[in-house]
C-alpha cells in the first residue's frame, strides 16, 4: 500500500471515532511582566549564590595545597590533606569532642522532647499553654542570653564547666527543636489505629512500639538529624560553657589567627557528604512511604 493510501486509511478510522478536543489550554498569564520576572529569577540566582558559595569555597579549598600556614589563597592542586586528615591531633580531639557531644545531647533530646510532644498533643494538664509557651523561648531567644544564662547556672551550682556543661546547654534548646518537630507528625497521626491495636487485644505499651513509634518516627528521625546539625555547629553557648573543653567550632575560631590547615576544610567537607548522604536516605524512604 502505498504512503497516500495509508493516510487516507487513517483519516478515515479517525473520522469515525469521536474528535479530539483541541488543546484550548490558556497560557499562564505572566504575574510580574517581563522585567518583573527576570529581576524574581536574578534574585533568586543571587540569593542561591549567596548560600551555597561557601560551601563550595570549603570543598575546593580541601584539595588546596598552601605555602604557608594560612589556606586562604590559592596555589595548586592537591590530595595531601586528604590522605592525612587527622594530621593535627587537637583538629581531630576538637572534631570528636563535638561528635560525641552531639550524639549524646541529640539521644537526650529526642527521647525529652517526643515524649513532651506526645503529651501536649494527648493529654490536657495544667499548666499545658505555659510550657508550649515555654518551648518557643530558646527559637526566640539570643543565643547569647541563653549561654550567659546557662553559664550563670553553672557557676552558682559550682560546676566545672566541660563536657557535661556543653551536653546539658546543648539539650536546653534541642528539645524545643524536637518537640516542636515531633509535635507536627504526632497531630496528624491517626489515633484510631491504637484503638483498634487495643481492640485486639494489644497493651498499651506493645501498642505504642508497634504502632504509635512507627507512625511518628519520621517526625523523630527528621528532629534527630536537626539537632545533630545544630549541636555540631553551635558556637556562642557552647563557648560560654566549654571550659577547658575544646570543640570543632571553637577550634577553628581559635586557629584562624594561627592559621587554617586544610584539614579543617577536608572534615567540613565529609561532614557534608555524609549529611546528604542521610538526606538522600531520607528522601528516599519518605518516597517509598508516600509512593
Known amino acids: 500500500m502505498s504512503l497516500q493510501g495509508i493516510v487516507q486509511q487513517g483519516t478515515g478510522e479517525l473520522a469515525g471515532s ?38 563550595f569555597v570549603i570543598v575546593l579549598f580541601s584539595f588546596n595545597k598552601p605555602q604557608g600556614k594560612f589556606n586562604l589563597t590559592w596555589q595548586r592542586f592537591s590530595l595531601d590533606a586528604w590522605t592525612d586528615p587527622f594530621r593535627y591531633p587537637e583538629l581531630t580531639k576538637a572534631m570528636r569532642n563535638s561528635l560525641e557531644i552531639a550524639a549524646v545531647s541529640t539521644f537526650v533530646a529526642v527521647i525529652l522532647g517526643s515524649f513532651v510532644a506526645i503529651a501536649l498533643v494527648r493529654q490536657r494538664f495544667v499548666g499545658r499553654k505555659t510550657l508550649d509557651t515555654f518551648l518557643v523561648l530558646p527559637l526566640t531567644a539570643a543565643e547569647v542570653v541563653m549561654g550567659a544564662s546557662l553559664l550563670t547556672l553553672f557557676l552558682d551550682l559550682g560546676w566545672n564547666r566541660g563536657f557535661g556543661t556543653i551536653v546539658i546547654a546543648h539539650i536546653g534548646f534541642e528539645v524545643s527543636f524536637v518537640a516542636l518537630t515531633v509535635r507536627a507528625r504526632v497531630r496528624g497521626h491517626d489515633w484510631t489505629l491504637e484503638d483498634a491495636s487495643m481492640d485486639l487485644g494489644a497493651n498499651p505499651r506493645r501498642t505504642f512500639w508497634k504502632v504509635t513509634l512507627p507512625m511518628i518516627m519520621p517526625g523523630i528521625i527528621a528532629a534527630a538529624m536537626l539537632s545533630f546539625a545544630l549541636s555540631l555547629d553551635d558556637f556562642i553557648i557552647t563557648f560560654f560553657n566549654a571550659g577547658s573543653t575544646t570543640t570543632y567550632p571553637l577550634y577553628v575560631n581559635a ?30 524512604r519518605a518516597r517509598r512511604t508516600t509512593g
Not at 567537607?269 to 548522604?277: P, Q
Request: aromatic share 6%; glycine share 8%.
Open 255 to 284: 586557629a584562624v589567627k594561627n592559621g587554617l590547615p586544610p584539614q579543617v576544610n577536608v572534615l567540613a567537607t565529609a561532614i557534608l557528604i555524609i549529611s546528604l548522604i542521610f538526606l538522600g536516605i531520607a528522601g528516599l
Open 18 to 55: 469521536a474528535p479530539i478536543a483541541p488543546d484550548v489550554t490558556p497560557a499562564r498569564p505572566r504575574r510580574f511582566g517581563l522585567i518583573g520576572e527576570v529581576l524574581l529569577r536574578l534574585s533568586a540566582g543571587l540569593v542561591l549564590l549567596f548560600l551555597f558559595a561557601p560551601i
